[in-house]
């Protein structure tokens, strides 16, 4: 089956959507055969067209966004790290998307991020959105992507590495800080413009 942007699209949305609905651990990316077969599989029940509605709904910065940061499930955590070579800590790994998929730059601390971007109900968040936690004692201490069904992706700790979690596990639900939105356009409103 030859495949366009369109459908090289569809097919990574069809493998974010398997991904966030029906798992919160790593995964490997099928080969092409599989990926035929998982299209397929979701074309026959309907959920194709849920990916596009959540596509049109996310918008594509938001979108390119999420897809961008789950090819990096499984990357390992590492404090002060910035880069797949080396591995990320949470605000490295919001910083590296941001920076690789919408071109801004975000503070290097998780808190730095909380300040300089734009604050949201809970109710509010939309994929793309950022998600802090108290997790040492010291508000906005962690940082995560809003991927959307109540799920963050994150570099959560020494030892892990990129995944996928549920804000409603007992754990992140009882730390949730706040969540903040990016601004479209930084430079069009009184949000401080993110450091260097």
Known sequence: MKRSGL????????????????TNTAWAAPNADAS??????LQERGILSR?????????DKASDLVVNAMGFLGVPYRRGGTSQENGFDCSGFVRAMFEQTVGLILPRRASDQASVTEKINREDLQPGDLVFFNTMRQAFSHVG???????????PR?????RVEDMRQAYWDRRFNGARRVPADPS???TPKPKR
């Open 7 to 22: 459908g090289s699209l569809r097919a990574t949305l069809t493998t974010l959507f398997l991904c966030v609905a029906l």
């Open 51 to 59: 990916v596009e509605i959540l596509r049109q709904r996310m918008g």
């Open 145 to 155: 992507i809003y991927v959307g069904d109540n799920k963050f992706i994150h570099s």
């Open 188 to 190: 069009a409103s009184d």
């Open 36 to 41: 035929d077969e998982v299209e397929k599989f």
């Open 158 to 162: 020494p030892g892990g590495e990129v």
